[in-house]
């Protein structure tokens, strides 16, 4: 295979899709040749125009929607459907085709991701696609994209790295990866955004970073998006002269953000309406929804603008003169916004939560409580200790604090073009820092928040090849499989489980180990679950660490796997002793082996990437030379 020329680095967003590239032939590690890829897309029908963003909406139109030609695009004769800003468009007047948020939709466990569900309201009669395929559509236009604008340096043969958040499980991780593959992705590397977004502020800051932070700085990246909410501590040592940059921590997978409050806002509005004598469908709801967002950039960007009109469409056939309008203020979206998602709270604060209702209709699993602020608090209380252990920082933190100090923040995410929003994040953390003694936080100044997690993953990818800093860290959290115990049957009592550690905290990727001195017995050819569990605060653990007991938040669950291992010539229900073989692939992906004593057959247990919605198989057996 050639030698890549270009890094390719692709934010694969919850609203917005984007492409950064990086030459890899520069020679200086501070100065580096890179671009943004323009993104050819249909803006009206039979209009294609090349933007910086690729909205990641897909638009599923009536055969008889559009004239024959009206779907081209410069690398195909005609689409079926529809990708970007005139998805966007048409989905807000007919939100029952418009598949959104794919990507929260890819990390939900409690769904078939694979299945056609998406979108997940609409009629009998509108075709669906899962979640996957969505993902897969916005993917594979991006590839397009570049081979059409790069003929001599094909799409295929260069570096790619595709962006996801930190908080994603296994699971998400897998299936993002799969989706890139089935995109035509030969060889990719899975990269957290707020790491991607720490990347760029580096690159961009063209080597006065080293000026900006110090030894023994904390750094806080909040990343808030369309969808997600991520909280990342990146510490700066000093080793040999150099300074390094440590990922320390991870938040939990939060689904909250631009989306949210794009929904607050349409109800909002409704309210109006509805005060008025005007009441509004779902249908008519989710038109005003993607009205609100438009309105909200527009009046948190913009302080020169005080309101924005917002028209909702008619149902019937007269779409013009059925058409329902009314407005937003920027008074009204400040105090929404503000108190509703950033209220000003003590450090102590922590996320509401209620008793759901037994039946609930299929959606995404929000936040349970909207303020980002109690969620932050929240992490950095987790955190408190996260630097015990590291080098540098062993024994520096004050006592009696009750969360972890960060000495500077790097806000990303599109919630955050908002200088409001970031000035009220900045002034709540640095209010809690004051009431136990501390330095206020400094604010790290970053490049254009669209932008920056592509940017980032284009530099990473520079990066890799040894020619630039790298942001050291390995696994965001230490990785657990339940084991039984044996023992006598007990009615009305289960066997007591145990968690085995079997990728610790910081495992690198490219690196695999395996538990040595531990067997297991696996049970093959009658199905069986393998519960694999989770922890973002246990870092002492290492492979082999064996857990009788916990504390509900050390550990949190994630999805079962249930499967039939193959018998490889054994008898159904016979119990296999093995050893277990834990591997960080390149990509970012766990996987996890169960190697007998004797023989050359190798049962590989993948993490569940279809959630608990239906029978399958995530393990199969392998042997030397096939598989």
Known sequence: MNTPRYSIGIDLGTTHCALAYTDMNASDNDKTIHGVLEIPQLTAPGTVEAQALLPSFLYLPHADE?????????????????????????????????????????????????????????????????????????????????????????????DVTVTIPASFD????????????????????????????????????????????????????????????????????????????????????????????????AHVVARKLAASGTQLDPWQMRALTYGCRAAKENLLSDSEVQTMPIVVPSRGSRLIGGSIRTELTREEVTAVILEGFFPQV????????????????????????????????????????????????????????????????????????????????????????????????????????????????????????????RIRGGTARAFYVGVESAMPAIPGMEPPMQALCVAPFGMEEGTEAELQTQEFGLVVGEPVHFRFFGSSTRRQDQIGTMLDFWQPDDLQELDEIEATLPTEGRQPGDVVQVRLNAKVTEAGTLELSAVPRSGSERWKVEFDVRGNSESHQDAYSTTPGGQ
Not at 116 to 136: F, G, H, K, Y
Request: aromatic share 6%; glycine share 10%.
């Open 66 to 158: 559009l004239a024959p030609g009206e779907l081209g695009l410069p690398w195909s004769g005609e689409e079926r459907d529809v990708v970007g800003e005139l998805a966007r468009n048409r989905g807000a007047t007919t939100p029952i085709r418009l598949v959104s948020s794919a990507k929260s939709w890819l990390c939900h466990p409690g769904v078939d991701r694979r299945a056609a569900i998406l979108p997940n309201d609409a009629p009998p009669e509108v075709a669906r696609v899962s979640p996957l395929q969505a993902s897969v559509r916005y993917l594979t236009h991006l590839r397009n994209a570049w081979d059409n604008a790069h003929p001599d340096a094909p799409f295929g043969q260069q």
């Open 170 to 265: 296994p699971a998400a991780r897998e299936l993002t990866a799969e989706a890139a593959r089935l995109a035509g992705y030969d060889a990719l590397t899975l990269l957290e955004e707020p790491q991607s977004a720490l990347y760029n502020w580096i690159q961009a800051s063209q080597g006065r970073w080293r000026k900006e932070v110090r030894p023994g700085d904390i750094i806080l990246v909040v990343d808030v998006g369309g969808g997600t909410s991520d909280f990342s501590l990146i510490a700066v040592v000093e080793r040999e002269g150099n300074l390094e940059l440590h990922r320390v921590a991870v938040g939990e997978h939060i689904l909250l953000g631009g989306d949210n409050m794009d929904l607050t806002l």
């Open 346 to 469: 003590d450090a102590s604060a922590r996320p509401a939560t209620r008793t759901r209702a037994a039946l609930t209709q299929l959606g995404l699993p929000f936040a349970q409580d909207a303020a980002v602020t109690r969620h932050l608090a929240a992490f950095l209380g987790r955190q408190v200790a996260a630097l015990s252990e590291l080098e540098g920082f062993a024994g520096q933190a004050a006592q009696g604090v009750s969360f972890l100090h960060p000495t500077a923040i790097l806000f990303n995410g599109g919630v955050f073009k908002s200088g409001i929003l970031a000035q009220r994040t900045l002034a709540t953390v640095n209010g809690w820092l004051a009431s136990e003694n501390a330095q206020p936080a400094r604010l790290l100044s970053g490049a254009d928040l669209d932008l920056a997690v592509a940017r980032g993953a284009a530099y990473y990818g520079y990066v890799r090849r040894g020619r630039g800093v």
